[in-house]
């Protein structure tokens, strides 16, 4: 079956500490999105790549960064520069030229 | 820029009653228009979608909106809730240029009492 997976699922961190956020797709889509949820806020987009070896940032890009290696995959770090981590963090997909998104089960991170 | 209101971020309703989720947007351009429901835990799944044409669109599990350009609105609605209708829902606007575009509203959680 083709779709988005994350992982983990749930994930732990101490401050300070720089952590890894895996995304990958099985549904040949170009374009691989980052949004970070917050309770009541919706969904705020971080990072999102068109093509592969490019991507650009969101509107809340900072303490973050990506890679875009491979089509299939959309890698997020979490940088202890980011200020206040703890949240549910969801990837996305599209076609190109495509404003449906498919997205992922998730990530819950929580910085202790 | 466009942007994207949900008015009431907690709904319930009674089991077999209707459920309307209202959903107003500001765009300068025509809108693309969406409806996403999380369950906990979840990712987003599409309810429908609104691109051109129709402006009466139907998606699953019974749900449908009207996209109403005179009135900027794009209200969801099923005739009868059922108990795992309960979920927040998220009204979304993309206008051009791909998905990054694509903003999405506070959310509404929906809850369906027995």
């Known amino acids: 079956d083709g779709g988005i997976t994350q992982s983990p699922k749930y994930l732990f961190r101490k401050e300070g500490q720089n952590v890894t956020l895996s995304c990958e797709q099985n549904l040949n889509h170009d374009a691989m999105y980052w949004y970070r949820q917050d309770p009541g806020q919706g969904l705020r987009l971080i990072y999102y790549s068109q093509i592969v070896n490019d991507f650009q940032k969101g509107d809340i890009a900072e303490g973050y960064s990506v890679s875009r290696e491979k089509k299939e995959s959309f890698p997020l770090t979490v940088t202890s520069a980011q200020k206040n981590p703890t949240a549910f963090y969801l990837c996305?997909?599209?076609?190109?030229?495509?404003?449906?998104?498919?997205f992922g089960p998730g990530t819950r991170l929580t910085v202790l | 820029a466009q942007s994207v209101t949900q008015l009431g971020s907690h709904v319930s309703v009674s089991e077999g009653a209707l459920v309307l989720l209202r959903c107003n947007y500001s765009s300068s351009v025509p809108p693309y228009l969406f409806w996403y429901v999380q369950y906990p835990n979840q990712g987003l799944q599409l309810l429908l979608k609104?691109?051109?044409?129709?402006?009466l669109v139907k998606g699953i599990n019974g749900f449908e909106a009207e996209f109403k350009k005179s009135e900027t609105s794009f209200h969801l609605t099923k005739p009868s809730a059922h108990m795992s209708d309960a979920a927040e829902y998220f009204c979304a606007v993309s206008v051009g240029g791909g998905g990054f575009k694509t903003i999405f509203g506070a959310g509404t959680r929906l809850f369906v009492k027995a």
């Open positions: 996305a997909s599209s076609m190109r030229g495509s404003y449906e998104q498919f």
């Open positions: 609104y691109t051109t044409g129709a402006t």
